[in-house]
């Protein structure tokens, strides 16, 4: 059996330690050596990013320069159409043949909001899910038939998820990280530090860049 995959979708408007660290501790906790951090172009269930898909992926770039458990992935940011997960994941799994292992991560604010993604069922049926921790959200399901799909799937045994190619879903027992993209957004139009919640050099690329600021002096 080849190694497990996994991949992190997301807008990633501006990526944040929210982001990368609950999957670095996730990726220690089950034994993953790399994760395939793929950034949407034109997320369907939301607004549209601030900042350009290119600026996107340059502060990415900078956030994982120094962390090769990561790498970048262009392909949903080079289409001009939806990306839809279910999509996405059923390339990788003919690019990745049937038996090798795939995962998508999420947060438990995405696991929560699931059942609403479309053709979500068919999402397990070619990856894992596995869920990092996050404040503020409830670890159970509104409706009773999407807990019922939950408590199907899921598994607290990683080797589970190296055992087989999908179908199962992990809750990651990941530290809180009380961040968001919009609260970083939100406290630079204020001019608020952020200095915690994002790797300095991504910082400074929002500075250089006059982003997120409602006013060029601001931050
Ligand atoms: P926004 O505030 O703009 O909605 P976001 O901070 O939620 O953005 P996204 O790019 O939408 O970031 O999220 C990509 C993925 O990262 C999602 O699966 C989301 O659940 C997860 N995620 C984001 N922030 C956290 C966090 N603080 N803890 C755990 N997971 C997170």
Same mark, same amino acid.
């Not at 050596?33 to 369907?44: A, D, E, H, L, Y």
């Not at 053709?119 to 921790?133: E, F, M, P, T």
């Given at each position: 059996?080849?190694?497990?995959?996994?991949?992190?979708?997301?807008?990633?408007?501006?990526?944040?330690?929210?982001?990368?660290?609950?999957?670095?501790?996730?990726? %220690?906790?089950?034994?993953?050596?790399?994760?395939?951090?793929?950034?949407? %172009?034109?997320?369907?269930?939301?607004?549209?990013?601030?900042?350009?898909?290119?600026?996107?992926?340059?502060?990415?770039?900078?956030?994982?320069?120094?962390?090769?458990?990561?790498?970048?992935?262009?392909?949903?940011?080079?289409?001009?159409?939806?990306?839809?997960?279910?999509?996405?994941?059923?390339?990788?799994?003919?690019?990745?043949?049937?038996?090798?292992?795939?995962?998508?991560?999420?947060?438990?604010?995405?696991?929560?909001?699931?059942?609403?993604?479309?053709?979500?069922?068919?999402?397990?049926? %070619?990856?894992?899910?596995?869920?990092?921790?996050?404040?503020?959200?409830?670890?159970?399901?509104?409706?009773?038939?999407?807990?019922?799909?939950?408590?199907?799937?899921?598994?607290?045994?990683?080797?589970?998820?190296?055992?087989?190619?999908?179908?199962?879903?992990?809750?990651?027992?990941?530290?809180?990280?009380?961040?968001?993209?919009?609260?970083?957004?939100?406290?630079?139009?204020?001019?608020?530090?952020?200095?915690?919640?994002?790797?300095?050099?991504?910082?400074?690329?929002?500075?250089?860049?006059?982003?997120?600021?409602?006013?060029?002096?601001?931050?």
């Amino acid at each position: 059996m080849t190694a497990l995959k996994a991949i992190y979708g997301g807008t990633f408007d501006p990526v944040h330690y929210g982001h990368l660290k609950p999957v670095e501790i996730l990726a %220690n906790l089950i034994g993953l050596s790399k994760v395939v951090i793929m950034p949407n %172009n034109v997320p369907p269930h939301r607004p549209q990013p601030e900042a350009t898909s290119a600026q996107r992926k340059e502060m990415l770039e900078l956030a994982i320069a120094d962390k090769p458990l990561f790498e970048l992935d262009e392909r949903e940011l080079k289409r001009d159409t939806p990306s839809y997960t279910s999509e996405t994941l059923k390339a990788w799994r003919q690019e990745a043949g049937p038996d090798r292992p795939l995962a998508f991560i999420i947060g438990q604010d995405s696991l929560i909001n699931f059942p609403t993604w479309h053709d979500y069922q068919s999402i397990l049926g %070619n990856a894992h899910l596995l869920v990092c921790r996050r404040p503020g959200y409830p670890m159970a399901m509104k409706e009773e038939q999407h807990q019922q799909w939950l408590d199907a799937h899921l598994t607290n045994r990683a080797e589970d998820l190296h055992d087989s190619p999908s179908g199962k879903i992990y809750l990651a027992e990941t530290p809180w990280f009380d961040i968001s993209a919009t609260l970083i957004r939100e406290r630079l139009q204020k001019g608020e530090s952020c200095a915690e919640m994002l790797p300095a050099a991504v910082l400074a690329y929002i500075h250089q860049h006059g982003l997120y600021q409602a006013i060029s002096e601001a931050g």
